[in-house]
Nanobody, 124 residues
Framework: QVQLVESGGGLVQAGGSLRLSCAAS????????MGWFRQAPGKEREFVAA????????YYAASVKGRFTISRDNAKNTVYLQMNSLKPEDTAVYYC?????????????????WGQGTQVTVSS
């Protein structure tokens, strides 16, 4: 059974930090590029960051580059997202997934694999 369990969200003031975690099981996720997406109310889900299986390469949306850092621990099948200098526009539900890159776009490798997400709310 595939499980993606996101945690670490919460309410934080603008300028604050949060660290999200995603525990993955049910597939050999340590072999896949993993990523984070987010979905704000009334908006489509959007790509945030990705990291290759070896952690050698990382990729970020322009809106979070320089503020967010993605990392992973393959021994624990866990992916992290360190979020600093948070802004109200970062408010969203954050999800992790195995990802694939198509040109300049990032998409879930297994579209059926979505966890419940973790809510991040940034107050101004």
């Amino acid at each position: 059974q595939v499980q993606l369990v996101e945690s670490g969200g919460g309410l934080v003031q603008a300028g604050g930090s949060l660290r999200l975690s995603c525990a993955a099981s049910g597939r050999p996720f340590s072999r896949y590029t993993m990523g984070w997406f987010r979905q704000a109310p009334g908006k489509e889900r959007e790509f945030v960051a990705a990291i290759t299986w070896s952690s050698i390469n990382t990729y970020y949306a322009a809106s979070v580059k320089g503020r967010f850092t993605i990392s992973r621990d393959n021994a624990k099948n866990t992916v992290y997202l360190q979020m600093n200098s948070l802004k109200p526009e970062d408010t969203a539900v954050y999800y992790c997934a195995a990802v694939s890159q198509y040109g300049s776009s990032w998409n879930p490798r297994f579209p059926e694999d979505w966890g419940q997400g973790t809510q991040v709310t940034v107050s101004s």
